[in-house]
């Protein structure tokens, strides 16, 4: 079974801190993606990545970047918190061919004060 | 215009019953159709997906595609209280374009 993981289940900051979120897959995927969840605005695409380094934005990029050193591990970074970013955040894994077929991890769920 | 509506329910239903779960979309270039159920604080599940129109059964459900009334659906047979949960349509013109509709929540009274 695909595992994907998250570092942290639950996450609380204050506003200008800086936070990272980091995301493992273990089935070798090329793709991995960023996602934001909020009541009433379903999932939202913030960045995503197609290899190594590679990086994409989705349709909610700004106050966020990531980091893909390895192919296992995609990290989203929010460079200065603020409360308008608090919410759900889901990473998701496909592979190269079957790069609809997405699985997601558990979540964080990110609280800014 | 939202690219995907999915009424948002809440759907109850008692044990034992068909559910009917709806999205439509308004992009005629969506090829990629997902069904994904999400358990509360946890993150969504694929459950079906097509390509196209058509249909795609696999054991209770079973996923239609009609892309000249731009609508899919996910029908459940012989609901169970383990389906309880909230439904998220997905659908896709492309690696980097994915659309999820905002997700139903449904709830199999026993």
């Known amino acids: 079974d695909v595992k994907v993981t998250q570092s942290s289940r639950y996450l609380v900051k204050r506003t200008g801190e800086k936070v990272f979120l980091e995301c493992v897959q273990d089935m070798d995927h090329e793709n991995m993606f960023w996602y934001r969840q909020d009541p009433g605005l379903g999932l939202r695409l913030i960045y995503f990545s197609y290899d190594v380094k590679m990086k994409e934005k989705g349709d909610i990029p700004e106050g966020y970047s990531v980091s893909r050193e390895k192919k296992e591990r995609f990290s989203l970074i929010l460079e200065s918190a603020s409360t308008n970013q608090t919410s759900m955040y889901l990473c998701?894994?496909?592979?190269?061919?079957?790069?609809?077929?997405?699985?997601f991890g558990p979540g964080t769920r990110l609280t800014v004060l | 215009q939202k690219e995907v509506e999915q009424d948002p329910g809440p759907l109850s239903v008692p044990e034992g019953a068909i559910v009917s779960l709806n999205c439509t979309y308004s992009?005629?270039?969506?090829?990629?159709f997902m069904w994904y159920r999400q358990y509360s604080r946890k993150g969504p599940e694929l459950l079906m997906y097509?390509?196209?129109?058509g249909n795609k059964e696999d054991g209770r459900f079973t996923a239609q595609v009609d892309k000249s009334s731009k609508y899919i659906s996910l029908f459940i047979r012989d609901s169970q209280p383990s389906d309880s949960a909230t439904y998220l349509c997905?659908?896709?013109?492309?690696?980097?374009?994915?659309?999820f509709g905002t997700g139903t929540s449904l709830t199999v009274i026993p």
């Open positions: 997905a659908m896709s013109k492309g690696i980097d374009q994915f659309y």
């Open positions: 097509t390509y196209s129109s």
């Open positions: 992009n005629s270039a969506f090829q990629y």
């Open positions: 998701a894994s496909s592979g190269g061919t079957t790069y609809n077929e997405q699985f």
